[in-house]
């Protein structure tokens, strides 16, 4: 997995070529055995990487370009994703029954609150209903979708001024009261 140490030239940095340190790593099928090993028992993109010595940036760029590699990546994070909801709800169970976690759990050392934040980052991926990534825009909407909300907005609105000006003309009538 690791290779020779020394430096490298990147031919495009900030301000151009620059001449980079490296570790001697190199991407191999063990490197990427133990990446996806590690994905699958954390769900966490970070340590994964980072247990592999390659930065973040590296093992996405990678995802994108390695159509095989994005779908057993994809295995990995289901995998881990069921195990860390799993994990979490054993927890919640010791910890109401008093028990201390069990320190032989595969999954790396990490606060109930950041698991929860990983399951969130990773439910539209893992969950196919209909959920958005964090952060992620909507998709465009067309323009009949657009003038059609815009009509709809402005007939509510219309519908409010004369509410409150007391005009009920154009308002439903209400139901009788007997």
């Not at 028990?99 to 050392?109: L, R």
């Amino acid at each position: 997995m690791t290779g020779a140490k020394g430096s490298i030239i990147r031919a495009s940095g900030k301000d151009g070529p620059q001449r980079i340190a490296t570790g001697g790593h190199r991407w191999s099928d063990a490197a990427e055995a133990l990446f996806l090993d590690h994905l699958a028992a954390s769900c966490n993109v970070t340590h994964a990487a980072g247990v592999v010595g390659f930065s973040t940036v590296a093992i996405y760029k990678r995802r994108r370009s390695d159509a095989g590699f994005a779908a057993r990546w994809q295995a990995a994070l289901e995998q881990g994703y069921a195990r860390l909801e799993i994990s979490l709800v054993q927890r919640a169970i010791d910890a109401l029954a008093g028990f201390a976690p069990d320190p032989d759990v595969p999954i790396p050392p990490m606060s109930v609150k950041d698991a929860l934040a990983i399951l969130q980052l990773h439910r539209a991926t893992v969950r196919d209903d209909g959920a958005r990534h964090p952060g992620w825009r909507g998709r465009p909407r067309s323009l009949d979708e657009l003038r059609d909300s815009i009509l709809t907005k402005l007939e509510a609105i219309e519908v409010a001024r004369e509410l409150a000006a007391g005009d009920t003309t154009t308002c439903p009538a209400a139901p009788d009261e007997a």
